[in-house]
C-alpha cells in the first residue's frame, strides 16, 4: 500500500486517449485534441477550475473519453475533492480496465478512506496487468491483513512466496502475522466475558482501530496537533496500523516538524519496510534538514518501490540539484513532464537548471 496527502499523481495518458471513439467526427477530433491539450496546460500552470472546463467539454462531445475521465480525477484528487475524484475514476477503469495509471490512482482513493475490500480488488487488477511486479502481490496481502482477513493474508504471502521466493521482508511479515494470531488465540477467553458486558454497537475509547477514527475526526476539523498527539497514543498500544503511521507522518509533514519525521519514519519503516511512501517522507525530511546523502538514499529507495511516481522522481531531481548535479536533476525533473505531471515552479527549475522551493 502504497500513500497520502502527498500524494503521487499528477499524470497525463498521452496521445493514445484520442483514438479510443472512431465514431467522433474529424472536425470533433481535433476539437477534442485542442482542448485536451489546453486542459493540460492549465493544470500545469495549477488552474484547475479552467482545467476542468476543457475536460468537461471534451466529455460533452466523448462521454466514453477514459484519459478524460482520468484527468478529472487527477484535478479532484489534487484539490481534496475524493468522492468525485473516485466517481471520475471509476469512470475511467470501467471504459479501459487496462490502464495501470488508473488503478493506482483508484488505490490511493482506497488507501486514503480505508477501503480494504475495494483496494485488494484494485490490486488483483494490478496483478492482472503487471504480474510480475512483487510489490503489488505484497501490497494486495497487507490490504487483506488490514482488512481483518488474516488467513487470505497469509494465503496471499504463500503466492509470493511460490512464485518470486523467499525473502527477509516476507519472512518478517509472516512472523508478525502468525504472532498476532497466536496472541489473539491466547486472549480470546479472556475477552468474551468483557465482549458480553457490552452493549450492541457500544465502542470500545480504547480500541486502537477507534482511536484512529477519533483521529481522523480532528484532523477533518483541522486539529492536526490534536490528531497527531491521538495516533502517537495509537501507536503505543500496537504498531500494527500502517495508516496510523503513515498519517502521522504526513501531519508532521504539513506541520514541517522534519527531525520528528525521521525518528517516526525509523519506527514505521522497521514494521513496514516496503511502504515506498514512507521512504518519500524521509527523503524530503532528510532534504529539508539538509541531510543529502541520506536523502538520496531514500528517495532512491521510494522509487525503486514505486518507479512511476512522479512526485518521488522530482524529488529525486530536487535532492541531485541541492547536491550539485544539475545535469542529472534537469534529467528527473524533464521525466516527469513528460509524463504530464508537474507545476509551473517545475517548468522554472528546468529552465533555470536549479531547484527552487
Excluded at 77 to 99: H, V, Y
Aim: hydrophobic residues 40%.
Amino acid at each position: 500500500m502504497k500513500l497520502k496527502l502527498f500524494l503521487f499523481l499528477l499524470f497525463s495518458c498521452g496521445m493514445n486517449a484520442f483514438a479510443q471513439q472512431p465514431v467522433i467526427s474529424a472536425l470533433d477530433s481535433n476539437v477534442i485534441k485542442t482542448l485536451f491539450f489546453t486542459g493540460l496546460k492549465e493544470k500545469l500552470n495549477e488552474n484547475y477550475e479552467k482545467a476542468a472546463e476543457s475536460f468537461n467539454k471534451i466529455l460533452a462531445m466523448d462521454a466514453g473519453n477514459a484519459a478524460v475521465h482520468y484527468e478529472l480525477a487527477v484535478l479532484n484528487f489534487r484539490q481534496n475533492k475524493l468522492l468525485d475524484a473516485e466517481i471520475a475514476i471509476k469512470k475511467a477503469t470501467s471504459i479501459n480496465a487496462d490502464n495501470s495509471w488508473y488503478w493506482k490512482l483508484l488505490a490511493e482513493l482506497y488507501k486514503r478512506n480505508g477501503n480494504m475490500d475495494a483496494l485488494v480488488g484494485v490490486f488483483n487488477q494490478m496483478i492482472r496487468l503487471s504480474p510480475d511486479n512483487d510489490n503489488y502481490y505484497f501490497d494486495r496481502s497487507n490490504a487483506l491483513l488490514l482488512g481483518g482477513k488474516v488467513e487470505e493474508a497469509l494465503k496471499g504471502y504463500d503466492e509470493l512466496e511460490r512464485k518470486f521466493g523467499s525473502s527477509a521482508e516476507l519472512t518478517e511479515a509472516r512472523g508478525r502475522v502468525m504472532g498476532d494470531k497466536q496472541d489473539t488465540r491466547g486472549k480470546k477467553k479472556d475477552n468474551v466475558n468483557v465482549e458480553q458486558q457490552q452493549s450492541v454497537g457500544e465502542q470500545d475509547p480504547n480500541d486502537p482501530k477507534v482511536m484512529a477514527a477519533q483521529a481522523q475526526q480532528l484532523y477533518k476539523k483541522g486539529d492536526l496537533n490534536g490528531a497527531l498527539e491521538q495516533l502517537k497514543k495509537v501507536l503505543k498500544i500496537t504498531d500494527q496500523l500502517y495508516p496510523v503511521w503513515e498519517q502521522a507522518m504526513d501531519i508532521q509533514m504539513n506541520l514541517g516538524l522534519y527531525k520528528d519525521v525521521l525518528k517516526m519514519g525509523d519506527g514505521a519503516l522497521a514494521v513496514f519496510p516496503n511502504q515506498a511512501i514512507l521512504y518519500y517522507y524521509m527523503a524530503y525530511a532528510q532534504q529539508e534538514e539538509r541531510k543529502y546523502d541520506e536523502a538520496l538514499t531514500n528517495i532512491k529507495m521510494a522509487i525503486q518501490l514505486d518507479s512511476e511516481n512522479m512526485i518521488y522522481l522530482e524529488c529525486f531531481g530536487d535532492i541531485l540539484s541541492l547536491k550539485g548535479d544539475a545535469a542529472q536533476a534537469v534529467v528527473q525533473w524533464k521525466k516527469v513532464q513528460a509524463g504530464g505531471g508537474g507545476s509551473g515552479k517545475l517548468k522554472k527549475k528546468i529552465d533555470e537548471r536549479k531547484y527552487i522551493k
